[in-house]
């Protein structure tokens, strides 16, 4: 089963509120499957986005899903918290060197071309609720699943310390992303390759 299936059987057989085979066919006409999660880092490549979100999704189902939450609450957070990167990327190409050559080569790449810049997590949060309603613990972990890579928190906000504490459903998401990002999907940067 490639990602985008794997996605949409995930998202059918645990999101079931309203909203959601609307906000489904919403992500549909982006290029939410077709994206990469990142310019350089993981899932820099052709559906690294989709791929990503099926990762994080499947890591939180494992290990929480006997725990507090539901497994809608986790699927929902799993494979939506980085909907803001949908229509965020465009590719081009970019020159590197080539080491056994010498010689610089021309390779595909991405770059951010953020049309809405309202950060991060809260950008995410704010394009589900358009569709489809979030529970508190679902959009504050989505709001703060970066951690210490959220610009906020590296400007001295003390707010993701309250979330966490109040709602440990965004620690968990934060696991199951860097678990993801950093032992699961390693290696699958087209840049790092």
């Not at 979100?53 to 929480?64: D, E, M, Q, T």
């Amino acid at each position: 089963m490639d990602y985008k299936a794997e996605f949409i059987s995930l998202y059918e057989k645990h999101i079931q509120r309203p909203g959601a085979d609307k906000l489904l066919g919403w992500m549909q006409t982006t290029d939410f499957f077709t994206a990469p999660a990142s310019t350089r880092f993981h899932g820099a490549c052709e559906a690294g986005l989709v791929m990503h979100s099926v990762n994080v999704a499947n890591v939180l189902l494992s290990r929480f899903g006997d725990g507090d939450y539901t497994a809608e609450s986790l699927a929902v957070c799993g494979l939506l918290h980085d909907l803001c990167k949908a229509n965020f990327y465009k590719p081009g190409f970019r020159n590197v060197k080539n080491d056994a050559t010498g010689q610089w080569e021309k390779v595909p790449s991405y770059s951010v071309q953020d049309a809405f810049p309202y950060g991060h997590g809260e950008k995410s949060v704010y394009l589900i609720e358009r569709m489809m309603r979030l529970k508190n613990e679902e959009a504050v972990a989505i709001r703060w699943h970066m951690g210490g890579f959220d610009d906020a928190v590296r400007g001295g906000s003390y707010a993701i310390s309250d979330a966490w504490r109040n709602y440990p459903l965004g620690v968990m998401l934060h696991i199951a992303d860097l678990e993801a990002s950093y032992l699961i999907e390693k290696g699958t940067s087209a840049v790092n390759k």
